[in-house]
């Protein structure tokens, strides 16, 4: 690998230039990759119940939060209300609106973070289940 390790995976983090080279006894084969590095460890899960049962009561994102530097996140209904907004990554919606328990369907999300200096946006969708 361009770093001169020799094993048979190659973990990148950052953007560049990287390459491998292989030797048998037919000869050696190089190859170089240019990788534009972007920060996806993150996801948002697609379903959670806040019916009070200690699983799954709280809906908030996954992944490697220590990564980021900056956070906000909005759940919306399908009419486009916001229903719930944060700036700390541990916390959570617990599925309430003005302390009233919102109905099973199908809710929105928008997250803006940045991670390794770069700014980014993730939205989509989940379903509550009570």
Same mark, same amino acid.
């Given at each position: 690998?361009?770093?001169?390790?020799?094993?048979?995976?190659? *973990?990148?983090?950052?953007?560049g230039t990287y390459w491998s080279t292989?030797?048998?006894?037919?000869?050696?084969?190089?190859?170089?990759?240019?990788?534009?590095?972007? =920060?996806?460890?993150?996801?948002?899960?697609?379903?959670?119940?806040?019916?009070?049962?200690?699983? *799954?009561?709280?809906?908030?994102?996954?992944?490697?939060?220590?990564? =980021?530097?900056?956070?906000?996140?909005?759940?919306? *209904?399908?009419w486009g209300e916001m229903l719930y907004?944060?700036?700390?990554?541990?916390?959570?919606?617990?599925?309430?609106?003005?302390?009233?328990?919102?109905? *099973?369907?199908?809710?929105?999300?928008?997250?803006?973070?940045?991670?390794?200096?770069?700014?980014?946006?993730l939205k989509g969708d989940f379903q509550?289940?009570?």
């Amino acid at each position: 690998w361009s770093d001169g390790s020799g094993g048979k995976s190659f *973990n990148i983090t950052q953007s560049g230039t990287y390459w491998s080279t292989i030797t048998n006894d037919c000869g050696i084969a190089t190859d170089t990759i240019n990788v534009q590095y972007k =920060f996806c460890d993150i996801w948002f899960p697609n379903a959670f119940t806040p019916n009070g049962d200690g699983k *799954n009561d709280i809906l908030r994102v996954k992944g490697s939060l220590n990564e =980021f530097s900056e956070y906000s996140q909005y759940i919306f *209904n399908r009419w486009g209300e916001m229903l719930y907004k944060t700036e700390t990554l541990t916390d959570g919606w617990d599925g309430n609106y003005k302390n009233v328990p919102q109905e *099973n369907g199908t809710y929105f999300y928008m997250m803006y973070y940045k991670a390794n200096g770069k700014k980014e946006m993730l939205k989509g969708d989940f379903q509550l289940i009570r």
